[in-house]
């Protein structure tokens, strides 16, 4: 039967840093993937960074929906029709703001009976582990039926910090495992068992934040990114885009995490709507990207 993964996680907590982590090591030991990948605004550019991993045809990015409500059904489908391979794996990652208590009590009906039940990965970052205000609600819930955490950011703080996340966390879920992100062993999370922890509600609303995006013009420098990242109000908690940088011929990619960090790498490939400024997040306006990317142009 094939195991089917959910990896959950706030927004920037190190869920797609996970997923090719998972994938590479999948591979390694003969096991053939299926990657959906959820997101508000673009999941294609986000499918596009894995093709180098994964044939297009074993992944599928579901955009503009939320997995966990208005996207189940969609997602019960694109499982129920994957193919049935030698090995196969089902890896799933939700978008940051995901229910994850109702996206496993959904995902658990309606799916063909050749998948296993559904468990959890929850990524936990334990720098900015419960700091995220108004938003604790939605971290907390998001651990609650998870079967592991994978802690992460771990370099970026100290081991008195990451011992306090760990022993908060055996409080709130003691039956989930919980391992570092470079101590992954994949071998072992096909044998993980749904956990028994109990299911607790939240507002599904407070799950549910404004996102846009806009048509990104090409850019003189890295510098206009960080400049750009810098103007987004805070909070506006995600930040992505890929374009083209002076007469570059490839595409660059750049992210800014919650805590207001900016990361730019090269983007493989070319993106298929074009170049793009995504954000997610309260204030999430089309005006207000254009107005800021205008005011670091001019």
């Known amino acids: ?41 673009n999941a294609n550019m986000d499918a596009q960074q894995f093709t180098k991993q994964v044939e ?8 503009g929906s939320c997995i966990c409500c208005s996207g189940i059904v969609e997602l019960r489908n694109i499982v129920n029709r994957i193919p049935q391979r030698n090995k196969g794996i089902t890896l799933i990652e939700a978008n940051g703001t995901s229910d994850a208590c109702s996206l496993m009590e959904f995902l658990g009906v309606g799916i063909n009976e050749r998948f296993l039940p559904p468990i959890q990965i929850s990524v936990i970052d334990v720098k900015n582990w419960q700091k ?9 819930n998001q651990i609650l039926v998870s079967s592991l955490f994978v802690l992460t950011h771990v370099d ?10 760990i022993e908060a966390l055996k409080k709130i879920n003691p039956f989930a495992k919980i391992i570092n992100i470079h101590n992954l062993d ?12 109990k299911l607790q509600k939240i507002e599904h609303q407070k799950t549910h ?11 003189p420098n890295h510098n206009a990114i960080k400049e750009i990242c810098r103007k987004i109000p805070k909070s ?36 298929i709507t074009g170049s793009k400024l995504l954000t997610i997040g309260p204030g999430s306006e089309p005006q207000l990207l254009h107005k800021i990317v205008n005011s670091v142009l001019n």
């Open 1 to 41: 039967m094939e195991a089917i993964i959910t990896i959950v996680g706030f927004l920037g907590a190190g869920k797609t840093t996970l997923l090719k982590q998972l994938i590479n090591s999948f591979t390694e030991k003969g096991w053939s993937p299926f990657l959906i990948l959820n997101d508000y605004e």
């Open 56 to 63: 297009l045809k074993s992944i599928k990015a579901l955009s």
């Open 132 to 140: 995220r205000g108004e938003h604790n609600e939605l971290e907390l």
């Open 156 to 165: 970026k703080t100290s081991k008195t910090r990451e011992n306090e996340v």
């Open 186 to 197: 994949v071998s072992l999370l096909p044998a993980l068992l749904p956990t028994k922890n």
């Open 209 to 219: 934040w404004s996102s846009c995006s806009v048509a990104l013009p090409n850019l």
């Open 236 to 271: 506006i908690l995600r930040v992505k885009g890929c374009t083209l940088i002076g007469a570059e011929k490839n595409y660059t990619y750049f992210e800014r995490t919650p805590d207001g960090e900016a990361f730019i790498r090269p983007f493989k490939g070319i993106p």
